[in-house]
C-alpha cells in the first residue's frame, strides 16, 4: 500500500530551528509537496521538490532523497505566527496526490 | 495569483436539508479540481476528484448519490450534499490545479464548514 509518515507532534522555540521529516512509500514518484495548516483553515501551498536536493524560500527549506523516499522541510527563524500543522504530500505513478497526516508544530516563546 | 474562492464558508443547517458549495479558481482555469473533507484533528481525505466537462471520479466509499460534484466549466465546480445528515458534518474544502498536473500544486480553497442540526 502507499504510506507517508510524518511526526504528530513537535515543540520548538521563537527563533530557533526546526526540521519536520517526511518518509513515504508509493507506487510511484512525480514530486512531493508541503503544505501549511493553521487551525480551522484550509492548506497553503509552501514547496515542491521533484529532484534530490535542497530547495530554499526565504524562511523554510524543503528537501528530498528519492533514493531513501525521504523528505524534510526546514524552518528557519521560527515565528510564532509558524504554529500550525505541516503536511506533506506524494503525487503517484497515477499523478494521484497521497496525504501524510500532518505535523502539529508547536512553538513557544 | 493561482486563487481558489469556496463559498459558503460555513453552513449550520438542519438534518435532510441539501447543501451546495461551489468552488471557483479566480484567476486561471482549472482543468482538474478536487474535493476533501476533514474532521477535526485527522488528515484531508480525497472524496473525488472533478474534471471539467466529465464526470467525476469517487473514491472508494464514497457515495456518489450523496456527494453531487459538477464540474460545467473551467472554473467552477460545486459539491452538494444531498439530504445531509448529522454524520456529514464536517470540514470540506475544494482544491484546484491550474493546468496540467506536472509540478503543479493544489491551490486550496478556504473550506466550508457543515454543522448539520
Known amino acids: 500500500g502507499q504510506n507517508i509518515d510524518q511526526p504528530t507532534e513537535m515543540t520548538a522555540t521563537e527563533g530557533a530551528i526546526v526540521q519536520i521529516n517526511c518518509t513515504y512509500q508509493t507506487s510511484g514518484f512525480n514530486g512531493l509537496f508541503w503544505y501549511q495548516q493553521h487551525a480551522g483553515e484550509a492548506p497553503t501551498f509552501l514547496s515542491y521538490?521533484?529532484l534530490d536536493g535542497l530547495e530554499e524560500k526565504g524562511r523554510f527549506s524543503s528537501f528530498l532523497s528519492r533514493s531513501k523516499g525521504y523528505s524534510y522541510l526546514l524552518l528557519k527563524e521560527l515565528q510564532m505566527k509558524d504554529s500550525a500543522s505541516y503536511l506533506c504530500?506524494?503525487?503517484?505513478?497515477?499523478?494521484?496526490?497521497?496525504w501524510g497526516a500532518g505535523t502539529k508544530l508547536i512553538i513557544k516563546p | 495569483g493561482a486563487v481558489v474562492s469556496q463559498h459558503p464558508s460555513r453552513v449550520i443547517c438542519k438534518s435532510g436539508t441539501s447543501v451546495k458549495i461551489e468552488c471557483r479558481s479566480l484567476d486561471f482555469q482549472a482543468t482538474t479540481m478536487f474535493w476533501y473533507r476533514q474532521f477535526p484533528k485527522k488528515s484531508l481525505m480525497l472524496m473525488a476528484t472533478?474534471?471539467?466537462?466529465?464526470?467525476?471520479?469517487?473514491e472508494q466509499g464514497v457515495e456518489k448519490d450523496k456527494f453531487l460534484i459538477n464540474h460545467a466549466s473551467l472554473t467552477l465546480s460545486t459539491l452538494t450534499v444531498t439530504s445531509a445528515h448529522p454524520e456529514d458534518s464536517s470540514f470540506y474544502i475544494c482544491?484546484?490545479?491550474?493546468?496540467?498536473?506536472?509540478?503543479?500544486?493544489?491551490?486550496f480553497g478556504d473550506g466550508t464548514r457543515l454543522s448539520i442540526l
Open positions: 482544491s484546484a490545479i491550474q493546468g496540467m498536473a506536472g509540478s503543479q500544486p493544489q491551490h
Open positions: 521538490n521533484v
Open positions: 472533478s474534471n471539467e466537462g466529465s464526470k467525476a471520479t469517487y
Open positions: 504530500a506524494v503525487r503517484d505513478s497515477n499523478y494521484q496526490l497521497i
